[in-house]
Every structure is written in C-alpha cells, then in structure tokens.
C-alpha cells in the first residue's frame, strides 16, 4: 500500500507545475484524495480535495482559481495542477488516500526567482 508523489521542483513566480501521486495496494476508485503541503517552518495545510469519481473537487482560498486537482482511476494516479505559483507556494506536498488511511513521501515544491 503507497502513494508516490513526482514532478515537483524549482519553477519561476507566476510559473507552473503539475505533480502527480501514483497510488498501489489499494482500491484507489474508492477513496477520496487530498493534497497537503507544509511550508517550511509551518505546520500542515490542506489544499485540495476529489471525491472518488472525481466529480466534486475543493479546494483552500489560498490556492481556489490556481490550482486544480485531478484523477485518473485507470492509472491510479491524482494530479495537482499548479498555475500563477507563487513565492507562498513554496512547500513538500504530500498526497493523501483517507481509505485506507495512507501518505506519500512528499514532494517539494520551490517557487523562487
């Protein structure tokens, strides 16, 4: 049972991303999913949110018009889409299975000029 995040990295202010979290083990069709990130210094924030069929979708204001999540459960994978990065959006981002109850590794993202 994991979840990998990649596709993080360095990107410019105003920039763009998308991560991706490759979910095994699991019944990954049934689960809601969730992105977290935690800036440095900082504690953990929630930033988005996908049903299991993935037709209602939150998100955090901090990020709501920016971000988008996504999911593919023939893939098994859940996607963050990241547009207008900014420096405040510098963070490891994890993704978060709620059944059954697991996290990936975090992966960073860093918003600098």
């Known amino acids: 049972v994991q979840l990998v995040e990649s596709w993080g990295g360095l990107v410019q202010p105003g920039g763009s991303l998308r991560l991706s979290c490759a979910a095994s083990?699991?019944?990954?069709?049934?689960?809601?999913l969730r992105w977290v990130r935690q800036a440095p210094g900082k504690g953990l924030a929630w930033v988005s949110m996908?049903?299991?069929?993935?037709?209602?979708?939150t998100y955090a204001d901090s990020v709501k018009g920016r971000f988008t999540i996504s999911r593919d459960n023939v893939k098994n994978t859940v996607y963050l889409g990241m547009n207008s990065l900014k420096h405040e959006d510098t963070a490891v981002y994890f993704c978060?299975?709620?059944?059954?109850?697991?996290w990936g590794q975090g992966t960073q993202v860093t918003v600098s000029s």
């Open positions: 083990g699991f019944q990954f069709r049934h689960s809601y």
């Open positions: 996908i049903n299991p069929t993935g037709t209602t979708t």
């Open positions: 978060y299975a709620q059944i059954p109850h697991v």
